[in-house]
């Protein structure tokens, strides 16, 4: 009955056995049938501590080897909130099978770096925006959006990262409409103080906080440096225009850096394609199929809460709405791994189309070339539950007396 009973429990754990490798003590070498860890294992299947199948049957009487008997004290050791006896049971047992645990045990951790070298993580979104601009229809959206962000180690040097987004519109309610796209893929190379990547990755004007950029690009970036970080980047830009055949050339040269209280930043980006040609007011010629951005940022933190930050850019190719620049003042911050945290800011913005390409504020989706006062906030309600609000209210660059304003809104689902 006894080796029946612990038969059934191991039934799970034989498989595994059969493929791994094992050093000194013979695993295959049968527990006598008289040995006291029968009784022992029988006491914590009765108490709970090991499962074992519902039938409690096993194909005949076959007796159990040291390391299916290791592999059932190693269950048990997994175990929490046992009691004091049943502690002291597994103690015994861990004792009496130390090789073939110490077997076990190399086998597991080598199973669980395996299982963390693909790691994911995501994010499901509702986006509301109500876009208002003088003379021209009131546009709504309701926005859906779910993320996944795998990440695979290749060794400890280099992993692949990837972001896959799938997006649907809620207000037809119609998922025929829906679309999925792999929006990043690329490998990373970390060492020490340098970082290589290589695919499609991110593209953020860090120096002006997402002011001119906020997209993806094909190419390579390389970073090298401790406080005061170099970036060089070469690629395609597809972002430039919606027509995919016009990605544009694509080379840029960033410098950031913190240093106590103060980040700062500067960075060069240049762009070749014949999209360009096609951008409002671009040239007088409508010939220019180059736009070189120039753009610095800098930011002051006062304290725990406060923090100002400015930045301003400028495209020297061209002709008319060839400059960016915003001044924020932003008070706490929210983090959507502490519930009940929350922050606010306000800012001035003057978005230039020529020269904010694809900024990140959400306030410019809509309605482009724009200028004037945004304030919003933010809260954690809940862990990993993010709850954004912003209002615009401005002017458009190309006629002042035309107002412009944007009711935005954001709920985000973390895990």
Known sequence: MKKTLVSALTTALVVGAASTTFAAANPF???????????AVSQLAADGVIEGYGDATFQGDKNITRYEMAQMVAKAMAKKDVSAADKAMIDKLAAEFSDELNNLGVRVANLEKNADMVKWNGEMRYRYYSDRKDGQPKENKDLLRFRLNPTAEVNSNWAVHARLDADMN?????????????????????YDNFDIRLGKMGLFSDESEGMTLDDEFSGARVQFGNVLKTTLEAGRWSGINSIKDQAANYQ?????????????????????????????????????DTANVWSVGLGYRFDSNWKLGGAYAQNTEADDFDKAYNVELAYKGAQNENAGTWGAYAAYRYLGENTAFAPTYDTYSNIKNKKGWEVGAEYVPFKNIHTYASYFDGKDLANSDIKTKTLFGRVSFFF
């Open 29 to 39: 070498s049968d527990v006598p049938a008289d040995h006291w860890a029968y009784d």
């Open 170 to 190: 809620m207000k037809n309610d119609d998922t025929s409409t829906s679309t999925a796209k792999l929006k990043r893929v690329y490998a990373e190379g970390k």
């Open 252 to 288: 840029g040269i960033a410098f950031t850096g913190d240093e106590g209280k103060l980040s700062a930043g500067a960075a060069y980006r240049h762009f070749t394609s014949d999209a360009l040609k096609g951008f409002t007011k671009y040239s007088k010629d409508n010939n220019e």
